[in-house]
């Protein structure tokens, strides 16, 4: 079945620090999502990518789609105390567009 | 999401004890979706429903079952709990949208420990 794999696993950064996480799938996706779930929280929706090669901005989150959609990346600038979390990626295939979920790359920030 | 709710919030159990999880949505979707949640292992799909007769399951279905009541309500239940089944459960719902979008809202999750 499909899977989908993140990188780092874990990844600590100072404040003011940039902060990239890598989402690879074994197959072709359709489209990307990324989530972001707070301490204690639930995944909440942050954006999502259709096209390949795709690059998405929101404020000092910058997303790609890797143009053969099998990969993707979430790259924070000047990461803040805020950013902490874990970030999931889940992509979207195959007949019944079912998602699957990354393994989740967990933030912390050390101010 | 306050549309998505799960109950009980918190259960501790015994192993070999029923337990049941219960989700609720007033999004109106008709697809729902049971996760758990391991540290390191992310969100792994436990069983998915498009709609009320359908119900399909997901990577890690072995020892669980589910029950789509109304649109509205999709039930997980582990009929014999054991120890390796202590986890972080999440219930989600989507929609799918034009062009295959989809944004799956989750509820605050049910924190399972089986002793």
């Known amino acids: 079945g499909q899977q989908v794999m993140q990188i780092p696993q874990y990844q600590h950064v100072q404040e003011g620090e940039d902060f990239t996480t890598y989402c690879n799938s074994s197959?072709?996706?359709?489209?990307i999502q990324w989530y972001k779930q707070r301490p204690g929280g639930h995944p909440v929706f942050l954006i999502q990518l259709v096209k390949s090669g795709e690059v998405k901005k929101q404020k000092r989150l910058t997303f790609q789609f890797g143009e053969a959609k099998k990969n993707s990346s979430l790259h924070i600038t000047a990461t803040q105390t805020t950013d902490v979390g874990t970030y999931f990626c889940?992509?979207?295939?195959?007949?019944?567009?079912?998602?699957?979920f990354g393994t989740g790359t967990k933030l912390q920030v050390i101010p | 999401d306050a549309d998505v709710t799960q109950t009980p919030r918190n259960r501790i159990t015994k192993t070999g004890k029923r337990i049941m999880l219960e989700c609720s949505q007033t999004?109106?979707?008709?697809?729902m979706y049971w996760y758990r949640q391991d540290p390191g292992l992310g969100l792994r799909l436990i069983y998915y429903?498009?709609?009320?007769?359908?119900?399909n399951k997901g990577e890690i279905s072995d020892g669980y079952s589910v029950s789509r009541q109304a649109q509205a309500k999709f039930s997980l239940s582990l009929e014999s709990a054991i120890p390796n089944q202590t986890a972080l459960y999440f219930c989600a719902t989507s929609e799918l949208g034009l062009a295959g979008v989809e944004t799956q809202y989750f509820g605050p999750g049910t924190r399972l420990l089986v002793l």
């Open positions: 999004k109106g979707h008709d697809r």
């Open positions: 889940a992509g979207l295939s195959g007949g019944y567009q079912k998602v699957t």
């Open positions: 197959t072709t996706l359709s489209n």
């Open positions: 429903s498009f709609d009320v007769k359908d119900i």
